[in-house]
């Protein structure tokens, strides 16, 4: 019962704040140090703050804890004391941006990356924060500019380098693309994210050994990445490599289980090979988990079809069909039956 009325207490607190606007107060700060619905972190960094309510880093500290619990309005409040206190310092604004961002509060994240920036222009992380943001909002042109200053601030930042390689990909400079991803690589010494990019550059490229040889890297840097695996038994398919390609897949399924596509390919190799009945458990798998994945369906009913079980064909054709009246494939299955 106490800790029903404690946590009632503290709703209640929290809503007349969040509703009022209102700063925080001394009594405020001491209803937090003594209340057990709160972390026992959160009651410390109260405690230093009843103390001393001068010090902004304290209520920035506090605020940290809140946004690892998830209270978020109380993180808010937090930061903007201390913004209060000491308006001078850009980490707690692209702090409090984080937060925004995090709750699609594009417009208020904006405002505090900015701000972060004006006060102090050659902070890194102020500048990094601010063009991720505009990465994120698909602001390309904008993000560009803000990374490019960043790597006039700090040439060996890796993060900047791997966004300027995915603006460069997105643009389709596919060469400055390569540079940034190797330069993170020589920066960090290896990077899976960096390794992914290239690999499936080489890919598009077909340059089938440098796709491989980075494949082999990202799995190397992880060996629980199921889109590492993924991604190479989908190369190995393609060039008609099945055996390899159904390790993979294979692997993909053993470190996700519930990775569909996976199951979905392996069954399109199976019934390439004419094993039309395990090729059928696969798509069937696939449909459980992703019900309206209609590629599945059709493929169960060409795998019935080639059975020769037409009622069972037609039956999987139309579920197909059911939720994709346009698929072409479905269609001409039916057709076929008559």
């Not at 009651?43 to 506090?62: G, L």
């Amino acid at each position: 019962m106490k800790k029903i009325v404690t946590s009632l207490v503290l709703s209640i607190t929290v809503f007349c704040i969040l509703q009022s606007g209102c700063d925080w107060t001394t009594d405020k700060n001491e209803q937090m140090v003594s209340d057990t619905a709160l972390s026992l972190e959160v009651r410390e960094w109260s405690k230093k703050i009843v103390e001393r309510p001068e010090v902004a880093d304290y209520y920035a500290q506090r605020a940290g804890v809140l946004v690892k619990e998830d209270r978020m309005g109380l993180a808010i409040l937090d930061f903007e004391k201390a913004i209060a206190i000491d308006g001078d310092k850009p980490k707690f604004y692209y702090d409090l941006g984080d937060i925004y961002f995090a709750d699609n509060q594009t417009s208020k994240a904006l405002e505090q990356y900015r701000q972060a920036e004006t006060i102090n222009p050659n902070d890194q992380e102020a500048v990094f924060k601010h063009a991720q943001f505009l990465y994120f909002v698909r602001q390309f042109e904008k993000s560009n500019i803000k990374f490019g200053k960043l790597l006039n601030l700090n040439p060996e930042h890796a993060e900047g380098h791997f966004f300027l390689g995915m603006l460069n990909k997105e643009d389709g400079d596919t060469l400055g693309a390569i540079q940034h991803f190797n330069q993170v690589n020589t920066l960090l010494g290896s990077d899976y994210n960096s390794c992914m990019q290239l690999a499936q550059i080489y890919v598009a490229q077909d340059e089938g050994d440098k796709a491989l040889q980075f494949f082999e890297k990202a799995i190397n840097l992880d060996p629980t990445s199921d889109e590492a695996y993924y991604a190479r038994g989908l190369f190995y398919q393609n060039k008609q490599m099945d055996l390899l390609a159904m390790k993979d897949y294979q692997k993909t399924i053993d470190l996700n289980s519930a990775h569909y596509y996976a199951y979905y390919n392996a069954g399109n190799i199976l019934a390439k090979d004419g094993n039309y009945i395990s090729a059928i458990d696969h798509f069937e798998i696939c449909l459980r988990l992703k019900t309206d994945f209609v590629k599945a369906y059709n493929r169960i009913g060409q795998c019935f079809e080639l059975l020769n079980k037409p009622d069972k064909a037609a039956e999987n054709y139309k579920k197909c069909l059911q939720i994709d009246p346009n698929f072409a494939l479905a269609k001409e299955g039916l057709s076929r039956l008559g």
